[in-house]
C-alpha cells in the first residue's frame, strides 16, 4: 500500500494499515499550547485511539480535521497515524515540538 501523507497545522497525518489503543474522548487529536484551541477528527463513525505516545485516526467514511486557526481539511476513508511535528532549534541545540 503506497502511504499518503497530509498536514494539518503541527500535525503530520500518514495513512497506516491497522490503529491500536485505547478510544480518546472528544476525537481531539492535539490540544494548542498557547491559545486552547484543538485539532479533532469528526465523521460519521470516526474514532480516535492512542498507544505509546502515537494517536491513530479510524475512519470508515472519512473524516474532516479542524481548528480554529488553520483551514479544515477532508482525510479519505481509511486509517491514519498522527504525530506532532518537531524540528531542530540550533541556538537551544535541541529539538522541540513545532507549536501553533
Known amino acids: 500500500m503506497k502511504q499518503k501523507m ?3 497545522g503541527d500535525l503530520l497525518i500518514m495513512q497506516v ?3 491500536k489503543g ?3 474522548k472528544g ?3 492535539e490540544e494548542g499550547e498557547a491559545t486552547g484551541h484543538y485539532h479533532r477528527a469528526t465523521g460519521d463513525g470516526v474514532t480516535v485511539t492512542v498507544q505509546d505516545d502515537t494517536k491513530y485516526i479510524n475512519a470508515p467514511t472519512g473524516t474532516v480535521l ?3 486557526e ?3 481539511i477532508t482525510l479519505p476513508p481509511g486509517q ?3 504525530w506532532r511535528q518537531r524540528e531542530y532549534n540550533p541556538y537551544e541545540e535541541a529539538i522541540r515540538y513545532v507549536q501553533d
Do not use: F, M
Request: charged share 25%.
Open 80 to 82: 491514519y497515524s498522527v
Open 27 to 29: 476525537n481531539i487529536l
Open 6 to 8: 497530509y498536514r494539518h
Open 66 to 68: 479542524t481548528h480554529d
Open 22 to 24: 485505547k478510544h480518546v
Open 70 to 72: 488553520h483551514d479544515t
Open 17 to 19: 494499515e491497522q490503529v
